[in-house]
């Protein structure tokens, strides 16, 4: 079974403080995403990779920064927290290469910045 | 701009009915349509998938209806168990890679 852990699981912060949100996938994937998830917006993608080094904006990226140092990491960076950046924060990882794309998701990360 | 809508919000089914969940899109270059199941506190998971070449897909007691024309589908959960009480996302996606997710719908399913 495709494996995503997040870290932390959850997190709080202060407006103002920079916010790390690490993401390690061990499938193999070419493809990774960052999603936040609120309630009545459902998933919302902020950033996406295509491999290591690259990184492309998703719909909301305003006020995130992202990182893809290696095939197996992938880290969401906040770097002025502000409140309205509190949500439950998705990882997801998809292979490329194969038709209709599936995307294995990690646990989230639940982060409040007060 | 919600490129993916779904309704209800949420809904409420006895065991053993058939709960049936909307979803709508607006992009006519949309051409799959996964749906991705969620239980509290873990991360959605694909459930059942289909493309824009077909009308049905069906797998076990779940089965996606889409139109084309009216850009709609749904997804059918038969003889509904407490178990599928979850909350369901319908997502849609131009390239197979980058998926647009609905508000999702959570479905009770009541002994």
């Known amino acids: 079974e495709a494996a995503v852990t997040q870290s932390p699981r959850n997190k709080v912060a202060v407006t103002g403080g920079k916010v790390t949100l690490s993401c390690n996938q061990t499938?193999?994937?070419?493809?990774m995403y960052w999603y936040r998830q609120d309630t009545g917006h459902g998933l919302r993608l902020i950033h996406y990779s295509y491999g290591a080094g690259s990184t492309e904006k998703g719909d909301i990226p305003d006020g995130y920064k992202a990182s893809r140092p290696s095939q197996e990491n992938f880290s969401l960076i906040l770097e002025l927290a502000t409140p309205s950046q509190t949500s439950v924060y998705f990882c997801?990882?998809?292979?490329?290469?194969?038709?209709?794309?599936?995307?294995?998701f990690g646990h989230g990360t639940k982060l409040s910045v007060l | 701009q919600q490129q993916v809508r779904q309704s209800p919000q949420s809904l409420t089914v006895w065991e053993g009915e058939t709960a049936i969940l909307n979803c709508s899109y607006e992009d006519s270059t949309f051409n799959y349509f996964p749906w991705y199941q969620q239980f509290p506190g873990e991360g959605p998971a694909l459930l059942i998938s289909?493309?824009?070449?077909?009308d049905k897909k069906e797998d076990g007691r779940f089965t996606i209806f889409f139109n084309k024309r009216e850009k709609k589908l749904s997804l059918h959960i038969t003889d509904s168990q407490p178990g599928d009480s979850a909350t369901y996302f319908c997502a849609a996606s131009p390239n197979y890679n980058v998926l647009y997710f609905g508000s999702g719908t959570k479905l009770t399913v009541e002994p």
């Open positions: 997801a990882s998809g292979d490329s290469r194969v038709a209709n794309e599936r995307l294995f």
């Open positions: 289909i493309s824009s070449v077909s």
């Open positions: 499938n193999n994937h070419n493809n």
